[in-house]
């Protein structure tokens, strides 16, 4: 049988590893912040001390999130952001620039998926994964790390690819090549930034249960899947918490151009 995932655990902040990790003063942006795993990331950087920007599409999901972060006692501001709009990218960086003065931390984390075998993928499935998973997590980096450079700040850059990104998953051939594009993408930025003090890093999740995913793990199909991982089980949110702080803190100031798989061992298999 899968192990069950521990729903209050999983929503209880209080315990995550945000207490060791102090990250006052600095201005956290995460993308995609509107559901799942960024929104998850945007409370565990509240946690630490940091102002966050939560940057998503769904502005009404964010005011929502806004509203919780700043009723504990932190600081968050929305900014629409669709990555596959160029000129929105400029003006959301320009928006916070203008409301908190800069970034010090990018969670680059927007993404979408579409499960299709190869021959049944379209030219539109193929740019609406590539378009948002790699170009625009590309330049929403860029956008990023313009601006610590410019303001000669020791900033932290953390791509989310995917376990998909380190090998190839069933009918995600798209998705897997996006992912593999953004490992790639994050060796090659954290290579030319790091004369400026920038520390880019990627993610690479393996499953995780989110609220867009949940009801499918239940399903005859989920349980199967769950039956081949490597412990049978799949991950919650939080079990991400200790990476992303570490990455986002000063105490990785040895750690850039990694890509660090967080998939119980299933890019290994």
Partial sequence: ???????????????????????????AVVTGASSGLGERFAEILSNAGAAVVLAARRTDRLADLAGRINAA???????????????NIQSAFAEIEKQLGGVDIL???SGVNKQARIVD???????????TNAKGA??????????????????????IASVAG???LSQLSVYCMS???????????????????INTNAICPGYIETEINRDYWATPGGQKLIEMLPRRRIGEARDLDGLLLLLASDE???????IIAADDGLSVT
């Fill in 73 to 87: 006692g932190g600081r968050a501001v929305t900014v629409k952001l669709d990555v596959n709009d160029h000129g």
């Fill in 179 to 197: 992912k593999a594009a953004v490992v790639q993408m994050t060796k090659a930025m954290a290579l030319e930034w790091a004369r400026y003090g």
């Fill in 252 to 258: 990785a100031r040895f750690i850039n151009g990694a």
């Fill in 121 to 131: 993928v379209t030219p539109e499935d193929f740019d609406f994964a590539m378009n």
């Fill in 166 to 168: 380190l090998r190839v």
């Fill in 1 to 27: 049988m899968a192990a069950k995932v521990d729903h209050e655990a999983s929503e209880n902040l209080e315990e995550s590893m945000s207490q060791g990790v102090n990250l006052k003063g600095k201005v």
């Fill in 107 to 109: 969670i680059n984390n």
């Fill in 138 to 159: 590309f330049f929403v980096a860029q956008a990023a790390a313009k601006d610590m450079i410019a303001k000669k700040k020791a900033g932290r850059i953390i791509n």
